[in-house]
């Protein structure tokens, strides 16, 4: 096997490693706001304030779970783009846009110049659409334990209705504010390291621009 097939080889295994974890992803956020949702309207109703308070610690213990193994997903998803796009460089493939001397399918993703503006303010991002998600589930699973806790704790009324809204919602504006803060510190999507991106301009400077790397049948 030759350098280039084996370039090639890494990059279809790496590419097929990113679309497992991109699948992942999409089922947990497929089931994960349906069972909070679900749970936030039923478990109250249905039993009484110990059950329920049992029911909210597991729901969140286990969201809390999924939300760890998704932050490390994260990475490694992240980190995957960053090897595909040292592997497009590698390859000399064309760009599609002209101010980029090679492209390719992770090289050519839109950049943060290029986001989608939801009402103009809301950048349309998978990051800040996770952290929303999870943030929520969270809220939701904090509501059903509060509402527990309040009934065994015998407060009134009045005190039950603002403690009910205000811890979850506090609560779940401070995870969110932490799980922005993670993002922003760690994501690298789309860029290379400076000591990674100069070892390849010299490795690659040794090929023709003009001859670059065929890329392997699918």
């Known amino acids: 096997m030759t350098e280039d097939d084996k ?51 597991l729901g969140l ?27 497009e460089e590698y390859l000399r493939m ?20 290029q986001l989608r503006m939801l009402l ?8 800040l659409g996770l952290d929303l998600i999870y943030s929520a589930s969270v809220a939701a699973w904090l509501f059903v334990i509060t509402s527990a806790s309040l009934q065994l704790l015998g407060f009134g009324p009045e005190t039950k209705a603002a403690l009910l809204f205000l811890l979850p919602a506090v609560l779940g504006v401070v995870l969110f504010r932490n799980l922005r803060r993670i993002d922003q510190e760690s994501n690298w999507e789309g860029k290379l390291p400076g000591d990674v991106k100069a070892r390849i301009d010299k490795t690659v400077s040794v090929r023709s621009p003009s001859k670059p790397l065929e890329p392997t049948a699918s």
């Open 7 to 57: 370039i090639k080889l890494d990059y279809e295994r790496t590419a097929q490693y990113f679309f497992h974890l991109a699948d992942v992803r999409f089922k947990l956020l497929a089931l994960l706001p349906i069972v909070s949702g679900t749970a936030l309207a039923i478990i109250p109703a249905h039993f009484r304030p110990p059950e329920t308070l049992a029911l909210g610690v």
């Open 61 to 87: 213990v286990v969201t809390t779970g999924v939300l760890l193994y998704d932050q490390r997903n994260s990475q490694i998803y992240n980190c995957l783009v960053g090897r595909l796009n040292l592997i």
């Open 120 to 127: 103009r303010v809301i950048p349309a991002h998978h990051g």
């Open 94 to 113: 064309p760009a599609m846009r002209e101010e980029k001397q090679v492209g390719g399918a992770f090289l050519d993703r839109p950049g943060k110049a």
